[in-house]
């Protein structure tokens, strides 16, 4: 791989023991994909945060690199850790995981990462532009900064992601290079009415679908209507994300690499095409949805972490009435969100109904050895379908915001 003068300096241990050994992961990192050069980046978004995700021996390799000099070397933001900092109690956690998370956190703090600890930094502090390299991790936040705003970023693995921020900078490999963006498999929308796609559930449902077929190729979305938000997209990429490993989609009309089919393609032909049709998507959602009709023990809102936006929803949609007793209702949230709801009486009012703010964390990366006790999760996130069964037990029924709301308020479904 070729080096310049600074990297070659990084790399022989010039600037310290620890921005050596970031340097050389990433080189080897480089190395392994077929990286010719490494590229300069301006901003990073690390996803190796929550104790649950890299454990003592993560712990101790962030520790090393503090202890021997590094600082991260560009404006570098955070994914959720382990716990709600401030009101971890609240998550009903052992004071002995709680001081696993602190530790963590310490030592991120001590690096120089901005303390985020948020899934979506692209809608409050790192907002990436079009064409920008950069170096994110996280899997829905990769697909929205890849596909939403035109950033290039691969997904990377969680510590190499710290060691490019402490390099600040990336192996020029995959979604950088312009060739590797074209997409690649066709999903072509028939026979929507326009009663589809206003919640964020036939987003999810979507994205999952999508993600399952397409897996690691990049797919191409032709027919979402005009009104498609951009908190829709996040829902969509955080499923597909998760439902395959999709780290790019092009939403034709939506996305800024994709205004006609031609584009998303890059005039290319040939390509594999999938009608989604309302059937596929109600085959998908029910297949989602595992738990039985009945009690309901959490609602759950905020995967990614809401937007102010999507607070307000729940607002107007909850429309005074209060939570069943009985029933956890949660939104997980950034602590720019929590904040702005706090300063407003959003947060005040909301909670005197029942429902319980989360912040810098979220269930799917706190204690996942705990047993939260749930045996139905109601949801509109895809990512919280695929995800809470296997790592914060229970079974899910995946619906509409406004269906969770009425299930929060009865206590069933
Ligand atoms: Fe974010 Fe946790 Fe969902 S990190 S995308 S809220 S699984």
């Known amino acids: 791989m070729h080096l310049t003068d600074e990297e070659k300096d990084m790399l022989s241990g010039k600037r310290g023991e620890g921005v050596r050994k970031a340097m050389e992961v990433v080189v080897k990192?480089?190395?392994?994909?077929?990286?010719?050069r490494l590229l300069k980046v301006k901003n990073a978004h690390i996803d190796a945060a929550a104790?649950?995700?890299i454990y003592d021996a993560g712990t101790e390799f962030v520790e090393f690199l503090v202890q021997n000099g590094a600082k991260v070397a560009v404006p570098t933001t955070i994914n959720p850790g382990s716990r709600d900092i401030?009101?971890?109690?609240v998550m009903d956690l052992s004071p002995e995981f709680a001081a696993k998370s602190d530790r963590l956190e310490k030592a991120y703090m001590a690096l120089g990462v901005s303390p985020t600890w948020t899934c979506a930094p692209y809608q409050c502090?790192?907002?990436?532009?079009f064409g920008e390299h950069i170096s994110w991790s996280e899997s829905n936040a990769v697909n929205y900064v890849n596909s939403v705003l035109g950033a290039r970023t691969n997904r990377l693995p969680d510590l190499v992601d710290v060691c490019c921020a402490v390099v600040g900078r990336v192996p020029e490999y995959g979604l950088h290079l312009t060739e590797n963006r074209a997409g690649q498999i066709l999903f072509d929308l028939q026979g929507f009415g326009p009663e589809w796609f206003h919640?964020?559930?036939d987003y999810a449902v979507l994205g999952y679908l999508v993600g399952e077929i397409a897996i690691q190729r990049v797919p191409v979305i032709n027919g979402l209507p005009e009104s498609t938000t951009k908190d829709q997209l996040k829902t969509f990429s955080a499923a597909a994300a998760s439902g395959g490993s999709t780290a790019l989609f092009h939403a034709v009309g939506h996305t800024p690499?994709?205004?006609?089919?031609?584009e998303a393609f890059q005039s290319k032909t040939g390509y594999e095409r999938i009608t989604v049709t309302p059937e596929k998507m109600n085959e998908v959602k029910n297949r989602l949805t595992t738990a039985a009709h009945g009690k309901v023990d959490m609602v759950m809102l905020g995967c990614p972490h809401s937007s102010y936006a999507e607070v307000l929803e729940v607002r107007d949609l909850l429309a005074g009435r209060k939570v069943a007793k009985?029933?956890?209702f949660w939104?997980?949230?950034?602590?720019?969100?929590?904040?702005?709801?706090s300063r407003s009486d959003l947060r005040k009012n909301l909670e005197a109904q029942g429902v319980t703010f989360i912040k810098d964390t979220c269930i799917m990366v706190s204690d996942t050895e705990k047993d939260w006790g749930f045996k139905a999760v109601v949801t509109n996130s895809g990512k919280v379908a695929q995800y809470v069964p296997s790592l914060a037990g229970g079974m899910v029924a995946l619906m509409s915001t406004a269906e969770c709301i009425e299930a929060a308020v009865k206590g069933e479904w």
């Open 29 to 36: 990192f480089g190395e392994l994909y077929g990286a010719n």
């Open 86 to 89: 401030e009101h971890w109690r």
């Open 51 to 53: 104790y649950t995700t």
């Open 331 to 341: 939104i997980q949230t950034s602590r720019t969100v929590y904040e702005l709801a």
């Open 199 to 201: 919640d964020y559930v």
């Open 326 to 328: 009985g029933t956890k």
């Open 257 to 262: 690499e994709a205004r006609t089919i031609e």
């Open 125 to 129: 502090t790192s907002i990436p532009t």
